[in-house]
T-cell receptor, first 112, second 113 residues
Framework: DAGITQSPRHKVTETGTPVTLRCHQT?????MYWYRQDPGHGLRLIHY???????DKGEVSDGYSVSRSKTEDFLLTLESATSSQTSVYFC???????????FGSGTRLTVV | DQQVKQNSPSLSVQEGRISILNCDYT??????FLWYKKYPAEGPTFLIS?????DKNEDGRFTVFLNKSAKHLSLHIVPSQPGDSAVYFC????????????FGKGTHLIIQP
């Protein structure tokens, strides 16, 4: 979507390797979010950020860490990837829920 | 414990008819509700929302109804068009949603010609 990009779009990695997904926005929105989408589970919140260096855990944060050193970038890191982390990962940005969230196009991650 | 529930995984509707998608929630602190639409290989896109102080919000072919006493909301699409075929997610937030939206599992809407 315009104003938010995720990279890479697809990635295959081996179990035990570290992986970093990047979310970049040009909207200068304060809030940024990482979600994962899995069949039968919908979208589940991993971590979110409410400003530079301000982050907090979501519903499914185990095995993930995040960093936000600049307003425009929100990084999601899997320190040691596991097969259960095979999923589609979506980044979202927001001014507030009143305005809705804008989602990126997603990153399909496969851990083999 | 699932706080937002969409109990119909899929729904098939004939083109031109009304599509009604349902959503139930359990958290009485939710004060804002949203619907998102998602096509394959794309991110969800915001469709329509409603505040808990209202019971209806309309935007073109899309209307969302909120029944707070029943903790139930529904999305009506009239008339349904082929491009409406997608997965629809219901989402809810409390206190402005800064700490994230809670999503349902989604309903796959199929519009048949």
């Amino acid at each position: 979507d315009a104003g938010i990009t995720q990279s890479p779009r697809h990635k295959v990695t081996e179990t035990g390797t570290p992986v970093t997904l990047r979310c970049h926005q040009t909207e200068n929105h304060r809030y940024m979010y990482w979600y994962r989408q899995d069949p039968g589970h919908g979208l589940r919140l991993i971590h979110y950020s409410y400003g530079v260096k301000d982050t907090d855990k979501g519903e499914v944060s185990d095995g993930y860490s995040v960093s936000r050193s600049k307003t425009e970038d929100f990084l999601l890191t899997l320190e040691s990837a596991t097969s259960s982390q095979t999923s589609v990962y979506f980044c979202a940005i927001s001014e507030s829920a009143v305005h809705g969230y804008t989602f990126g196009s997603g990153t399909r991650l496969t851990v083999v | 414990d699932q706080q937002v529930k969409q109990n119909s995984p899929s729904l098939s509707v004939q083109e031109g008819r009304i599509s009604i998608l349902n959503c139930d929630y359990t958290n009485s602190m939710f004060d804002y509700f949203l619907w998102y639409k998602k096509y394959p290989a794309e991110g969800p896109t915001f469709l329509i929302s409603i505040s808990s102080i209202k019971d209806k919000n309309e935007d073109g072919r899309f209307t969302v109804f909120l029944n707070k006493s029943a903790k139930h909301l529904s999305l009506h699409i009239v008339p349904s068009q082929p491009g409406d075929s997608a997965v629809y997610f219901c989402a809810a937030s409390e206190g402005g949603g800064a700490d994230g939206l809670t999503f349902g599992k989604g309903t796959h809407l199929i519009i048949q010609p």
